[in-house]
């Protein structure tokens, strides 16, 4: 009995190579989070934390949202909802360099007031995919009316 359990295992082991995949896996959405230091108080500098989410287009082109919410530790919260669109220039397979326009909401909590705004800005950044399953991606933005934010994010490709 023993003897039979050892040659099925055997033969397991040896056939599982028979359904593994050449190709790497089409990635084709991406859904991140991380840290952000921005310009979103009058006075002073924010941290924040981002959500980032994105699907990929033909032609190395992304569509999603982003959801940024900042606080400056003197009594004012910004939440930034917005749509993405992305272009990945000089790099293949929705990786590397790439330049983003940002369109969306930007509320100001402050004092019990919301005080609601339209939000426009452009990101620029790289990502990087150490494996194919996750990717790490620095950027840095600039509009209205935060000013700028420097970040970087964590996520998972799907």
Known sequence: MMKRLFVFALILSCASGIFAQNETPDNNVAMGIGPEFNMNSRYNFAMGGVFGFDANLP??????????????????????????????????????FFAQADMGGYLIFEDGDIKPMVLGGLRGGYRFTPASHFYLEPYGRLGYPFAFGIGVMAGLRF
């Open 59 to 96: 032609h190395s082109l992304a569509l999603g949202f982003t959801f940024t919410a900042s606080y400056n530790f003197n009594g004012i919260t910004v939440v930034e909802p917005a749509v993405l669109f992305r272009w990945y220039f000089l790099g293949t397979g929705h990786k590397g």
